[in-house]
């Protein structure tokens, strides 16, 4: 038994209705933490070869972190996992919000269906003890419904997690929303619980965590916090716009600390970005085409954060966060509350779409979150549509009318109201731009910005190379959560792991572009890292704060009782990135072909804006990165025993 963990999985057979807990063998922890650890031992080990991810046989895990319900900070972020029905790769989304320690106070560290229901059906877990309920009057209904009529049923006590009408169509781009509307979104893996009619899941415990040393892990969080709290009362939003476009105009780049971004975060959330990143390069603007000299600070300015912030009527925290980047707004006077749009969803709906309304992205926001639908997956699919449309590819004649031209926000809204239906249209583009090209054909298909089928996130790889290397070779791929070259800079791990190289303080920006040693070790470093984080179950942005400032090591061995060094634990990373990365050859895939789409590489370079002339050598980048981990680094594929073990 390992101090943090409840030592203990729930297994839950749909076809069957069997309820089985099981204990984690010995070691399991101590080799993968728990988490998305855990679930990547499991699921490697139970799914079997070639598995439909949308058959009885795929499993469907919610895991809780090793350091959830602990005494330390940003550790209140949950996983779901499977196997991903929209790249057929290991699939996982991250989220916070308080479902999180709800699963381990009913002890458990993750709780995994296999099979599939009849009839529409959800878990209800009370301190332990399990039973699958009926939920034929919740099916249909969207997240925020259903997980109200879940609350009054079960108390204002229990936490639920839920799919919408996009999971229950099995729409490859849905989620599993918790907390009204906070969503799970990437990988698919609503549809995956929708293919298995399990609609919600709902747990109400009370347990208690057991660690080893309290008072240790309530002092390193007192010295934690002191980071989170310093905040110097500056910066508007407006002058976030010039910021970004002085670092365009810049031959050189600082080395990033991430107690800057901290400060915007706690200001004003990830919108924080909306103006900056289009400015400096980091968002891609009218699918993945245009530039900061199509979506300049004019066209942009109704995203200025200030605006955002004016309508926030209070801060949002996920669990056990002092930092609290949320926010509940109320867009329109007199009108409903809805979650705050995260950068990501007002950048793919706005500029990735040429769409300067924020009153459009505050309800089409809260529209996929009522269905359950991912928002960049979505945002990318309305732009590639756009695409089309301009390309002459898509008439009116294909889109039931709808005028898809650059911008159009009533046409936006409509499409993905036909998407969350699968109508017409919709029915074509639910699931995403990989299939999405397949049934348009065409030529449409190098119009599609995906990797390995998962829609890119609103961080562009021609600004930062650390992303389109990390979109191409996560096991996951397409995601943004998992490194990038700025990332390295905020982790400042060099701090804690001698052998890791320090970026120089100032440096030209085209030496970003160069392949060498230091860049593939420092994108092996973030994902070891965050394959880490995602065992304890911490949360990115408290990661930004500096390996110095957060002490993820020291709470882990706090927690534990163990002693094991900062190299030790990302060892341990590493094994967990092995275990998905061999979860993937064993399903067939390729990871040759994850590789980002051309035109997200730069290939061919822009011509203006930004990241004019600027192309990823991603191909190197890649070969290079999976050495890093003794795979092949012509193919990505890790020897045979490693695959077993993670090493
Ligand atoms: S920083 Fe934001 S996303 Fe992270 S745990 Fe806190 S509130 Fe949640």
């Not at 807990?21 to 080799?31: L, M, Q, S, T, V």
């Not at 300067?356 to 926001?365: C, E, Q, T, V, Y």
């Not at 979860?583 to 822009?606: L, M």
């Amino acid at each position: 038994m390992t101090f943090a963990s409840m030592g203990k999985i729930l297994n839950v057979d749909l076809s069957t209705g069997e309820i089985r807990p099981e204990a984690i063998p010995d070691g399991i922890c101590r080799k993968y933490l728990t988490g998305t650890g855990l679930a990547a031992w499991l699921l490697h080990e139970r799914i079997p070869a070639g598995a439909d991810p949308l058959g009885p046989d795929n499993i469907l895990g919610f895991v809780a972190g090793l350091l959830t319900a602990t005494p330390s900070y940003f550790t209140g972020r949950w996983s779901a996992v499977g196997k991903s029905p929209l790249t057929g790769a290991w699939g996982d989304a991250n989220c916070g919000g308080s479902l999180a320690p709800a699963i381990k106070r009913n002890g458990f560290d993750g709780i995994f269906f296999r099979g599939a229901s009849g009839a529409p059906v959800y878990l209800y877990v009370k301190n332990g003890r399990a039973e699958l309920r009926d939920a034929s009057r919740l099916w249909g209904k969207d997240t925020v419904e259903a997980e109200g009529m879940l609350l009054a049923e079960h108390g204002a006590g229990a936490r639920a997690a839920v799919i919408g009408p996009a999971g229950e169509r099995l729409s490859l781009i849905s989620g599993i929303s918790n907390d009204r509307g906070r969503m799970a979104a990437r990988s698919g893996l609503g549809a995956v619980m929708g293919s298995k009619r399990l609609k919600a899941v709902v747990l109400d415990g009370k347990l208690r965590v057991p660690v080893h040393d309290a008072a240790a892990m309530k002092r390193l969080s007192r010295s934690c916090n002191r980071w989170v709290q310093f905040q110097p009362p500056f910066l508007s939003g407006r002058a976030m716009a010039y910021l970004g476009a002085l670092m365009r105009i810049l031959p050189t780049q600082m080395a990033l600390d991430g107690m800057l971004y901290k400060i915007f975060l706690r200001k004003w959330g990830t919108t924080s970005m909306n103006q900056m990143s289009v400015e400096m390069g980091d968002a891609p603007v009218m699918n993945w085409k245009g530039s900061s000299a199509d979506w300049g600070m004019s066209r942009s300015a109704s995203f200025n954060p200030d605006n955002i912030k004016a309508v926030e009527t209070a801060k949002y925290h996920c669990y056990a966060c002092p930092l609290g980047c949320g926010g509940i707004c109320i867009p329109k006077p007199g009108g409903g509350e809805t979650h705050k749009p995260e950068y990501e969803t007002v950048l793919a709906l706005g500029g990735q779409c040429m769409n300067a309304d924020l009153d459009s992205i505050f309800h089409m926001n809260e529209m996929l979150n009522r269905a359950g639908m991912d928002s960049i997956s979505a945002g990318g699919t309305v732009s590639f549509a756009m695409e089309c449309w301009e390309r002459g590819i898509l008439t009116k004649a294909d889109t039931d009318g709808l005028e898809l031209t650059w911008g159009n926000s009533a046409a936006m809204a409509a499409l993905l109201e036909k998407m969350i239906r699968r109508e017409g249209i919709g029915d074509i583009l639910a699931d995403g731009v990989r299939k999405a090209a397949e049934r348009i054909g065409r030529g449409s298909g190098q119009y599609a910005m995906h990797a390995g089928g998962q829609e890119l996130p609103m961080h562009d790889g021609r600004n930062d190379p650390g992303f389109a290397v990390h979109y191409s070779v996560e096991p996951t791929p397409g995601r943004h959560t998992l490194g990038a070259q700025m990332y390295y800079e905020m982790f400042r791990l060099w701090k804690r792991v001698r052998r890791l190289p320090k970026p120089a303080p100032f440096y030209f920006k085209g030496s970003k572009y160069r392949a060498d040693e230091e860049k593939a070790v420092a994108a092996a470093a973030c994902s070891r890292y965050m394959a880490l984080a995602n065992g304890a179950g911490l949360c990115l942005f408290g990661l930004f704060l500096g390996a110095s400032r957060i002490p993820v090591f020291e709470w882990l061995n706090a927690a534990t009782g163990w002693n094991r060094t900062p190299e030790d634990y990302l060892a341990a990373g590493e094994r967990i990135q092995t275990l998905k990365q061999a979860f993937n050859v064993k399903h067939g895939i390729d990871p040759r072909a994850n590789r980002v789409c051309d035109r997200a590489a730069g290939i061919p370079a822009q011509k203006e804006g930004a990241n004019a002339r600027r192309a990823v050598a991603i191909a190197k980048m890649m070969s290079d990165y999976w050495r890093q981990f003794g795979w092949d680094p012509e193919t990505g594929v890790p020897p045979v025993e490693d695959r077993r073990s993670g090493r």
